[in-house]
């Protein structure tokens, strides 16, 4: 198997794993892209690729970045929020504008991620732009922690260029929620909202989560990249009358209006 196989085949094995669980594999298959997108774990691109029968496919794509730096359940999480996006895409009636509406919300809900502009009980259900957080009685946390106790599932490769992790995702010991419950009412329950909040990590140490990136933990420093500065292309520039202060290429040869004086480079 060549190494782009070997990168994007557990992509694939996640998306059908979750598309029969969580699904009734009822999602149509995806492509699969690597992007580093600046702050963004992935994203949803409905028909955005075709061939020349003129058959189209749908985009998902994951921030390769911040894989070294994420437990395998995190990377699910972001797998299975686009999905719902692409479940909303084929089955229901998405928003404009990547809003995140009340629909895509209760999809989440139903499959185990609840949805929170914050990332923890008590943020908003529906914007622009959303996170979510593990619901620990939900679809999503049984169904990953089948795959993670798969001793054949595993990363094959990392990006060297780690990135740290964009939040600390949780899990919320919510209660089982009805089969009909609706997510408007649950988000903001009591029951929700004072549940027992645990981060991933203290969830691991208490072995409730299988060990994740086993193979990369145990790499040496020295085999992760070190993020490379930015050349800074913008100097200050002050004047040493009225302290007024402008930015522009460090050659900056301006004088002051009011002062008369030439502005100085910090």
């Given at each position: 198997?060549?190494?782009?196989?070997?990168?994007?085949?557990?992509?694939?094995?996640?998306?059908?794993?979750?598309?029969?669980?969580?699904?009734?594999?009822?999602?149509?298959?995806?492509?699969?892209?690597?992007?580093?997108?600046?702050?963004?774990?992935?994203?949803?691109?409905a028909k955005r690729w075709g061939n020349a029968q003129g058959k189209l496919c749908s985009e998902i794509s994951i921030n390769p970045a911040y894989f070294a730096s994420s437990r395998m359940i995190e990377i699910f999480q972001t797998l299975v929020h686009e999905m719902v996006h692409a479940w909303q895409f084929h089955?229901?009636?998405?928003?404009?504008?990547?809003?995140?509406?009340?629909?895509?919300?209760?999809?989440?809900?139903?499959?185990?991620?609840?949805?929170?502009?914050?990332?923890?009980?008590?943020?908003?259900?529906?914007?622009?732009?959303?996170?979510?957080?593990?619901?620990?009685?939900?679809?999503?946390?049984?169904?990953?922690?089948?795959?993670?106790?798969?001793?054949?599932?595993?990363?094959?490769?990392?990006?060297?260029?780690?990135?740290?992790?964009?939040?600390?995702?949780?899990?919320?010991?919510?209660?089982?929620?009805?089969?009909?419950?609706?997510?408007?009412?649950?988000?903001?329950?009591?029951?929700?909202?004072?549940?027992?909040?645990?981060?991933?990590?203290?969830?691991?140490?208490?072995?409730?989560?299988?060990?994740?990136?086993?193979?990369?933990?145990?790499?040496?420093?020295?085999?992760?990249?070190?993020?490379?500065?930015?050349?800074?292309?913008?100097?200050?520039?002050?004047?040493?009358?009225?302290?007024?202060?402008?930015?522009?290429?460090?050659?900056?040869?301006?004088?002051?209006?009011?002062?008369?004086?030439?502005?100085?480079?910090?």
């Amino acid at each position: 198997m060549s190494p782009t196989d070997e990168l994007y085949a557990p992509l694939v094995t996640a998306y059908d794993h979750f598309n029969a669980c969580l699904f009734d594999n009822a999602l149509p298959p995806v492509i699969f892209t690597l992007q580093r997108k600046k702050n963004v774990m992935g994203f949803f691109a409905a028909k955005r690729w075709g061939n020349a029968q003129g058959k189209l496919c749908s985009e998902i794509s994951i921030n390769p970045a911040y894989f070294a730096s994420s437990r395998m359940i995190e990377i699910f999480q972001t797998l299975v929020h686009e999905m719902v996006h692409a479940w909303q895409f084929h089955f229901g009636q998405p928003s404009e504008g990547h809003y995140h509406n009340r629909q895509w919300a209760q999809k989440m809900m139903d499959v185990g991620l609840m949805p929170s502009d914050t990332g923890e009980p008590g943020g908003a259900i529906v914007g622009r732009h959303m996170s979510d957080f593990i619901m620990k009685q939900g679809l999503f946390m049984k169904a990953a922690n089948a795959l993670t106790q798969d001793i054949d599932f595993r990363l094959n490769w990392v990006d060297r260029l780690a990135l740290p992790k964009l939040h600390e995702p949780v899990i919320v010991d919510t209660p089982t929620l009805a089969q009909d419950a609706l997510v408007e009412h649950c988000a903001h329950a009591s029951d929700v909202l004072n549940a027992n909040v645990v981060s991933l990590d203290d969830e691991a140490a208490s072995g409730a989560l299988p060990s994740t990136n086993d193979d990369f933990n145990a790499m040496p420093d020295t085999f992760y990249l070190p993020e490379v500065a930015k050349r800074q292309t913008r100097s200050k520039h002050v004047c040493p009358g009225c302290d007024t202060k402008i930015y522009g290429k460090a050659t900056l040869n301006v004088i002051c209006g009011d002062c008369e004086l030439p502005f100085e480079r910090e």
